[in-house]
């Protein structure tokens, strides 16, 4: 069992960078791909980036692509989703979400995640 909890969320306004962090309790990170997603209000939740397990292969939604980076740190168990040229359209809650040795595009592809933490973007 793992458990996730993330974390820099927050106000902005347009054009600011902002760093998500997730990170793992119970479990080292070491083995699981992890994948961010956010769901926008009144919206379906929907693919952010994933990383693989083995750390060195990522994906990006296109609509993030060029924008948002994602990458592990293993030393602190932590999984980060760095964020450049916010635009309001970014705003949503956005999760992190595990899985042992895989992890994709859909939610279904996860078995942990986390409660989620809010970034709004203002113009």
């Known amino acids: 069992q793992v458990q996730l909890v993330e974390s820099g969320g927050g106000l902005v306004q347009a054009g600011d960078s902002l760093r998500l962090s997730c990170t793992a309790s119970?479990?080292?990170?070491?083995?699981?791909?992890v994948g961010w997603f956010r769901q926008a209000e009144g919206k379906e939740r929907t693919f952010v980036a994933r990383?693989?397990?083995?750390?060195?292969?990522?994906y990006y939604a296109e609509s993030v692509k060029g924008r948002f980076t994602i990458s592990f740190d293993n030393a602190r168990n932590t999984v980060y989703l760095q964020m450049y040229s916010l635009k309001p359209e970014d705003t949503a809650v956005y999760y992190c979400?595990?899985?042992?040795?895989?992890?994709?595009?859909?939610?279904?592809?996860?078995?942990?995640w986390g409660q989620g933490t809010q970034i709004t973007v203002s113009s």
């Open positions: 990383i693989t397990w083995t750390g060195d292969v990522t």
């Open positions: 119970g479990r080292t990170f070491r083995t699981y791909g």
């Open positions: 979400a595990a899985k042992l040795g895989g992890g994709g595009r859909r939610q279904v592809d996860y078995d942990y």
